[in-house]
């Protein structure tokens, strides 16, 4: 079975999280929502507390098929600024695994130096990412190399996906779209 970590922090975009979460373990995904510490209760950019897994301490790169860091300001800087989650994000470039960001979590793919000419984010946060190639508003969901990106709480579902398709083909990904209702999702 697919795994996929998905690290949640203190000020992480709550809609984001849960539809990324949802979608994936829709598919048949195993996700695991990971801390940044021992504490697995974490509060959401608008007050809203998820129960997470495990920490990710202790996690590697081997055993793990994707990463996905959900936005929120507050939460993405502190994923980029933990060591385990950058050096995690290191490892899993390296090896060529699958990574995705959202809203303002391309942030911190840029502070692990993992973020590819030709992404997408929440509009304002590429003042603060010195990569070439943002795509602002020309798609719900942005894929260079082995990093897909996405824009915002409005797009986490066909972000989600667009992940599902990435990780399981066309046909998973077709099913559950037409399940979802979200024809106004485009395929990769």
Not at 139 to 157: F, L
């Amino acid at each position: 079975m697919l795994r996929v970590l998905v690290p949640i922090a203190e000020g992480f975009e709550e809609i984001e999280a849960v539809s990324i979460i949802d979608v994936l373990r829709r598919a048949g995904i195993e996700v695991i929502m990971g801390t940044l510490n021992e504490n697995l209760l974490v509060k959401g950019a608008n007050g809203i507390t998820l129960h997470a897994d495990s920490p990710i301490k202790g996690l590697c790169a081997d055993e793990l098929d994707m990463i996905v860091l959900p936005g929120g300001w507050g939460g993405t800087k502190a994923l980029a600024h933990d060591t385990a989650m950058q050096n995690l994000l290191k490892a899993m470039d390296a090896k060529g695994k699958n990574i995705g960001a959202i809203c303002a979590a391309p942030y911190a793919l840029y502070k692990a130096g993992v973020l590819k000419e030709g992404y997408t984010c929440y509009p304002s946060v590429e003042d603060e990412i010195d990569v070439a190639g943002y795509c602002g508003d020309a798609s719900a969901v942005v894929q260079s190399g082995n990093i897909m990106t996405s824009r915002g709480p409005g797009t986490a579902i066909c972000f989600g996906l667009a992940i599902v398709q990435k990780l399981l083909g066309d046909e998973t990904y077709e099913k559950l779209r037409g399940g979802l209702l979200a024809d106004y999702c485009a395929p990769l």
